[in-house]
C-alpha cells in the first residue's frame, strides 16, 4: 500500500536545549528535513547536533552529502573529513570526500582519499587521513596569502573594481 501524501505544511514540535538527549533530537530533526527537501533547515538542525556532540561520524556524513549537494564544497570535504577522523574505516565517507576532490581537480588529494577505501589497515587510514589534514590546511594557508595579496593590490588601485570575498579566520 501507498503512503498518504500530505497537502499542507508538516508542523515539527522538538524540545530543544532540555536535555542531553537534544543533540539525537536535532539529529532527528535534520534526517525529517532533508527528506522533506528542506535542506537549509537541516543543515541547521546537524550543526545544532554537533554543537552539543562533535563526535558523531554519521551526523558529519550526513551534513556533507547536504553542503555537496549545494555546491559548497569547502564545507562538504570538511564534514566528509571530519567523520574520517572519528571513524577511519568509513568507506561512503571516503569516497564521497574523494568525489569532492574530484569535482575540484584535486587529483593526487582524491587518489588519497580513495586509498581510505581500500585499506583494512587502521594505522594506514589514520595516516592517510593525517595526510589529507595537513594538505588541507597548507592549501587554505595558501588561499589566506592570495586573498591577503589581493586585498593589498586592491587597497594601491582605488581606482579599479574588485572584490574580495573570503572568510578570514
Known amino acids: 500500500p501507498r503512503s498518504p501524501r500530505f497537502a499542507g505544511p508538516i508542523v515539527l514540535l522538538w524540545p530543544v536545549g532540555l536535555d542531553p538527549g537534544v543533540a539525537e533530537g536535532e539529529r532527528k530533526l535534520g534526517t525529517v528535513l ?5 535542506s537549509g533547515a537541516a543543515i541547521a538542525a546537524y550543526r545544532r547536533s554537533l554543537a552539543v556532540e562533535p563526535d558523531r561520524p554519521a551526523v558529519h556524513f550526513n551534513l556533507g552529502n547536504l553542503l555537496r549537494d549545494q555546491g559548497e564544497l569547502e564545507g562538504a570535504a570538511a564534514s566528509y573529513r571530519e567523520a574520517l577522523r572519528l571513524r577511519p574505516a568509513f568507506a561512503a565517507a571516503a569516497c564521497n570526500l574523494g568525489n569532492v576532490f574530484l569535482s ?18 587502521v594505522d594506514e587510514a589514520k595516516a592517510l587521513a593525517e595526510r589529507l589534514e ?6 587554505q594557508e595558501l588561499t589566506r596569502q592570495v586573498v591577503k595579496g589581493a586585498r593589498e593590490r586592491a587597497a594601491e588601485r582605488p581606482d579599479a573594481w574588485a572584490t574580495v570575498v573570503a572568510d578570514e579566520s
Request: proline letters at 0%.
Open 34 to 38: 532533508r527528506r522533506l527537501g528542506r
Open 134 to 139: 595537513q594538505k588541507n590546511a597548507e592549501r
Open 104 to 121: 575540484q581537480g584535486r587529483i593526487a588529494d582524491a587518489e588519497d582519499a580513495l586509498r581510505l577505501l581500500l585499506t583494512e589497515d
